[in-house]
């Protein structure tokens, strides 16, 4: 009636049976240890950082001694190109008009060094609100 099963197919058949229970295959069984997941690559550097390292240490430089106004179109400027970083301001040279009408030039020049198309118009208007001012103030 019962047959004995030798012990070659006991042995198939403990191994295949939980394999198929757990619906694994038989790579998994034999190699437990998954693969981990790729790994995202570091996002790129920002190729614009130094144009916005060198512009936001000049605008800083063209703060000393300049009047509130100046003063204040800047610290706006500053915010949106590098909100919340510690840059070291250029060394202030000439009188304050001439570090103004020279940021003007900086910024223009920023502008086309820089590679982003939101940069590239940020510089633009900052350059353009500079001048405006400049010019509402006669030194234009």
């Known amino acids: 009636m019962f047959r004995m099963l030798s012990r070659r197919t006991a042995v198939a058949v403990a191994v295949v049976a939980p394999m198929a229970a757990s619906a694994c295959s038989a790579s998994e069984m034999l190699n437990p240890v998954k693969a ?80 982003d198309p939101q940069l590239i118009t940020l510089l633009a208007s900052a350059a353009a609100g500079q001048q405006q001012l400049l010019h509402g103030r006669g030194l234009a």
């Open 36 to 115: 981990p997941p790729p790994s995202t690559p570091p996002a790129p550097a920002n190729p614009d950082q130094s144009v916005i390292d060198a512009t936001v240490a000049e605008i800083l430089g063209a703060d000393a001694g300049a009047p509130a106004a100046f003063v204040q179109l800047h610290r706006v400027h500053i915010e949106a190109l590098a909100p919340s970083e510690g840059v070291t301001a250029a060394p202030a040279q000439g009188r304050w008009q001439e570090r103004q009408l020279a940021l003007v030039t900086t910024l223009t020049a920023a502008a086309g060094h820089a590679a």
